[in-house]
């Protein structure tokens, strides 16, 4: 495969690595590792702006994890564009940077767009590759991770059982593991689409319907997101709420970094669940094709959801920077705050059904 090939089927990957080639002051870029698809080299880009220090506050940024969502890819090119942009001409931006991190991974399953699949170009689904086990049965057993092969969705992968994970996962964990678990306070947010009619925002977890023990964090932090944008269209809930998997990476870089010597603070793994949906509902015709099921076929309606996330991911990264707002919580006000998480997320409601499982 040439470059020609490459551009026509992973355009993605030509415009991260014409931005990665015109950075602003500020910003540095490293590749993560690379997976070879038919003797070509697909790189794992990772930006990065902010202070080296490992214990400033941290926002990760993750998307193209299921090769088939390009849109979630879009969205952060999008963002960086604009994010870039700033850089150039504003002090403001500097200013932000000097406090806290901003890490930035696109595209990290190349050869899945590429080959226009969910699972990498091995055929695991990297989000049901780690080694999780629910504790609560998915009411659709093969949508919550299998190991029965690579001929079907949501294959967890040979190596699951022992912790061996994809290339694409290791080098998503090696991340994680050096800047997010050792900083004060760190969010990452893992962009997808498939699910429902409107945006979510999920947290962990996806193995179990119990609530999470940063529950009290979680509160707080959908409490400053309310505050902050009073008529924000996101629908914050815990991921189990809708189904559960086995296998969840950020279920896997939670517990292992409340479990890490290393931990420097809270640490809340987020997931933006784009409600594609309502694209197929408004224009049916799309889900003839496999891609369109998860992405936005008309044009309008594709430049409205690149402009739709630019407020949510630039106040991640105030979040992380005012991460007091809502990362301390004294023993006292847990108690209270957990019995209106309760009340919330957790007091019986049904679970949505879901033909197209996305994250
Ligand atoms: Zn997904």
């Not at 296998?247 to 809340?268: H, I, M, N, P, T």
């Not at 407020?311 to 301390?328: C, N, T, Y």
């Amino acid at each position: 495969m040439d470059l020609v090939q490459l551009s026509r089927n992973v355009p993605e990957l030509i415009e991260i690595d014409r931005l990665a080639g015109d950075l602003p002051r500020g910003v540095r870029v490293r590749i993560l590792d690379s997976v070879i698809h038919h003797g070509v080299e697909l790189p794992i880009h990772c930006f990065e702006a902010g202070p080296e220090d490992p214990e400033a506050p941290v926002f990760l940024l993750t998307g193209g994890i299921h090769g088939l969502e390009r849109i979630g890819t879009h969205v952060i090119i999008g963002y960086m564009k604009t994010l870039f942009s700033h850089m150039a001409w504003d002090d403001t931006q500097h200013e932000l940077f000097k406090k806290a991190r901003l890490i930035i991974v696109p595209l990290v399953n190349p050869a899945g767009m590429l080959l226009r699949t969910r699972s990498n170009g091995r055929g695991v689904d990297l989000m049901r590759n780690a080694p999780v086990e629910a504790a609560h049965d998915s009411w659709l057993p093969l949508v919550g991770g299998h190991r029965l092969g690579p001929f079907m969705m949501w294959y967890r992968g040979a190596g699951a059982d022992e912790g061996a994970l994809e290339k694409e996962a290791q080098a998503l964990e090696n991340l994680v593991r050096e800047q997010l678990f050792p900083a004060k306070a760190a969010l990452s947010l893992d962009v997808h689409s498939g699910f429902g009619t409107v945006d979510r925002i999920w947290f962990p977890y996806a193995k179990s319907r119990d609530p999470m023990p940063s529950l009290a964090e979680v509160y707080q932090f959908n409490t400053l997101l309310d505050r902050t944008y009073p008529n924000h269209i996101y629908k914050v809930e815990p991921q189990s709420l809708n189904y559960t998997t086995h296998g969840d990476l950020w279920d896997y870089f939670y517990d292992q970094q409340r479990a890490s010597k290393e931990r420097g603070g809270v640490y809340l793994p987020l997931a933006l669940e784009l409600g594609s949906w309502l694209w197929v509902k408004k224009n049916p015709r799309q889900l003839l094709s496999m891609l369109g099921a998860f992405n936005p076929v008309i044009r309008h309606r594709y430049q409205r959801i690149l402009r739709r996330h630019l407020a949510l991911l630039d106040f991640m990264s105030r979040a992380v920077a005012g991460h007091r707002e809502w990362s301390r919580v004294t023993s006292k006000e847990r108690n209270e705050i957990n019995d209106k998480a309760q009340d919330r997320w957790f007091s019986g409601h049904g679970a949505a059904m879901s033909p197209i499982v996305a994250k």
